[in-house]
């Protein structure tokens, strides 16, 4: 399965955006689903993770309440609802699948890495 992020842009502090996450092939369905972010000289951080059958969904402190994540399954296309976006917002956002059981939120445990979307969020 092959990964493309999209939905990045330059938005206002309060704005909002929808990061989309399309993939190919038919295996979208057997896969959790991860988005994580890096911001310029950091490390690759966890963002949000859903179930395969898009329940389940956990989320990092610095998003939680201002995040969705989402997965649709017949549309082979998983979602980031962004809101209410700060500054510290402002990343590299890749999505990724993992096959793991457990609900790791490590990057190891995922694949598929999309090439990322540039989100920036100015004060």
């Known amino acids: 399965v092959q990964l493309q992020a999209s939905g990045g842009g330059l938005v206002q502090a309060g704005d909002s955006l929808r990061l989309a996450c399309a993939a190919s092939g038919r295996d979208f369905v057997n896969y959790h689903m991860g988005w994580f972010r890096q911001a310029p000289g950091k490390e690759r951080e966890f963002v949000a993770r859903i179930s395969r059958s898009n329940t389940g969904a956990y989320y990092s402190d610095s998003v939680k309440g201002r995040f969705t994540i989402s997965k649709h399954n017949a549309r082979n296309t998983g979602y980031l609802q962004m809101n209410n976006l700060i500054s510290e917002d402002t990343a590299v956002y890749y999505c990724?699948?993992?096959?793991?059981?457990?609900?790791?939120?490590?990057?190891?445990?995922?694949?598929?890495w999309g090439q990322g979307t540039l989100v920036t969020v100015s004060s």
């Open positions: 990724a699948l993992s096959s793991q059981v457990g609900g790791s939120i490590s990057p190891a445990a995922f694949h598929s």
